[in-house]
């Protein structure tokens, strides 16, 4: 079994960080959602003991329209009309505008790969796994 993400890089960079804020300060559930509870506790669960994982750097480039659809598809983002909405967005604009340069942004990722052979004889439940 396989499992490939992309994982923001967090705080290790300005716009890392100010869209970091953002998530924590409008998001639903933020700190439940984020992908950083994965952890090999977790992984091993699902993918075995032996699972390999490997991490490569990696990078997307967003207009506005861009990067306000990458929030917006986020499960934690509220939606049109619940509350957090309307500023989230005129926040998210404010950072663009003093990060942009020549009407664009660069997100960095570490793309995670992570692969296992579970034995066929163990079934694993995963309602048990919560990430």
Partial sequence: MVLVWNARRG?????????EK???????????????????????????DDFQSETFKNSQSFDF??????????????KTG???HKPMLVELRGIFDAQQIDGRVNF????KL?????????????????I
């Fill in 11 to 19: 705080t290790a960079y300005p716009l890392g960080a100010d869209y």
């Fill in 82 to 84: 619940q509350p957090g």
């Fill in 22 to 48: 953002l998530l924590h300060t409008y998001g639903i559930n933020y700190a439940k959602v984020t992908h950083k509870r994965l952890d090999d506790h977790v992984l091993r669960a699902f993918l075995g």
């Fill in 108 to 111: 960095l990722y570490e793309t």
């Fill in 114 to 130: 992570c692969y296992g052979r579970k034995d066929s004889g163990v079934q694993q439940d995963m309602q048990h796994i919560r």
């Fill in 65 to 78: 329209e861009g990067l306000k659809g990458r929030l917006l598809s986020s499960s934690c983002s509220p």
